[in-house]
């Protein structure tokens, strides 16, 4: 058992390696969340898999099963409280308990926010926010007292805002409040719970194909794009080693270091190119078109082809450094970039 310091704070935490731990994943069938689920069990940890559609747990579980991996799977919408409460309970059944939970799932909505009905903004709160919460206040009900880590899926648009996303982008500020919040909460009673908040950038999973779509055209991430291992990778490491935060891609990190130089660049930019960036050069004219913001669709690890992806990240493995390390890269980081733009704003 590994010896960690808790971020912010003098206490230590025990957190057992992954080969040794029992982790529960939500929105376990598709894009980050399967990439998780896959990686863990090649680790050797055991997983309780948890989504909406039962066909696509039914064959994870096959598939994953049949290699000697040790998974258990429960049907459940993240939104239903009663149903989170059944997630922890199909853990200890299966498996005595949990170490680490993984708040992974969620949905979105493409379109301004005038286009988007407060039905379907209620809805991806309902999912994103009220679930992440659910999910965190039950795993930190079990782990109080024995320890363990909590992992939130946040986003760099966590840190920024972006146009034609407003009610994802609002449910990922969320995230960043409710995973501090929850943080400083439990270091104050010295419970041992590791909390961190991973904001991926652009990765390519279904994402854009599952969301509901107002906009005129189909939606897509703009690059650069990671592979969903790179999340994995980054969501694996936090249940082994306290961080606050780590983001998934180069990319999504210089973004939010921009935002935070530059502010009104930034807007300007999403102002001229926001919603261009996150369009496809197909129509979307197909009224039979699904999404899975109420009910499950087909699911999938990658999202469309024909799209360069960036297989790894050299920024997740420079957030893997000792924290002081980390943090002078980011400060020294963010300095030359704030420079750089204060004097091209000068010519």
């Given at each position: 058992m590994t010896l960690h310091r808790t971020p912010g704070r003098g206490t230590s935490l025990r957190l057992k390696p992954i080969d040794r731990q029992a982790l529960v994943v939500t929105g376990a069938t598709s894009g980050n969340g399967l990439a998780i689920v896959e990686r863990a069990i090649r680790s050797g940890a055991r997983v309780v898999a948890v989504a909406r559609n039962d066909a696509a747990l039914d064959d994870l579980r096959t598939r994953l099963s049949a290699n000697g991996g040790r998974i258990a799977t429960v049907v459940a919408d993240v939104s239903d409280a009663?149903?989170?409460?059944?997630?922890a309970r199909t853990a200890i059944a299966e498996f005595g308990g949990f170490d680490s939970w993984i708040n992974n799932a969620g949905v979105g909505v493409y379109g301004s926010l005038e286009q988007v009905p407060i039905a379907d903004h209620r809805r991806v709160f309902d999912v994103n926010y009220f679930g992440m919460l659910h999910g965190s206040l039950v795993a930190a009900r079990h782990l109080r007292g024995k320890g363990g880590a909590i992992v939130n899926i946040?986003?760099?648009l966590s840190?920024?805002?972006?146009?034609?996303?407003?009610?994802?982008c609002a449910t990922k500020h969320a995230a960043q409040a409710l995973t501090d919040t929850l943080r400083m909460e439990l270091e104050r009673e010295g419970t041992g719970i590791s909390v961190t908040l991973v904001k991926p950038g652009a990765i390519d999973t279904p994402f854009p194909d599952h969301a509901r779509n107002f906009m005129d055209r189909l939606p897509r991430v703009p690059p650069p794009v990671y592979a969903p291992d790179v999340v994995a990778d980054a969501v694996l490491f936090a249940c082994a080693h306290p961080r606050r935060t780590i983001y998934a891609g180069g990319g999504g990190l210089a973004s939010a270091l921009l935002a935070r130089a530059a502010p009104r660049v930034t807007d300007r930019i999403m102002e001229?190119?926001?919603r261009k960036l996150q369009q496809r050069t197909e129509k979307q004219d197909n009224p039979e078109r699904r999404d899975n913001l109420y009910e499950p669709r087909a699911d999938a690890l990658r999202?469309?082809?024909n799209v360069h992806v960036r297989e790894s990240s050299l920024a997740v493995q420079m957030q893997k450094l000792?924290?002081?390390?980390?943090?002078m890269v980011l400060v020294g980081g963010a300095a030359a970039l704030a420079m750089t733009i204060r004097a091209r704003a000068r010519r």
């Open positions: 009663d149903a989170v409460e059944q997630i946040g986003s760099i840190d920024r805002a972006i146009v034609d996303q407003g009610p994802y001229a190119v926001g999202g469309l082809p000792p924290k002081r390390a980390v943090g």
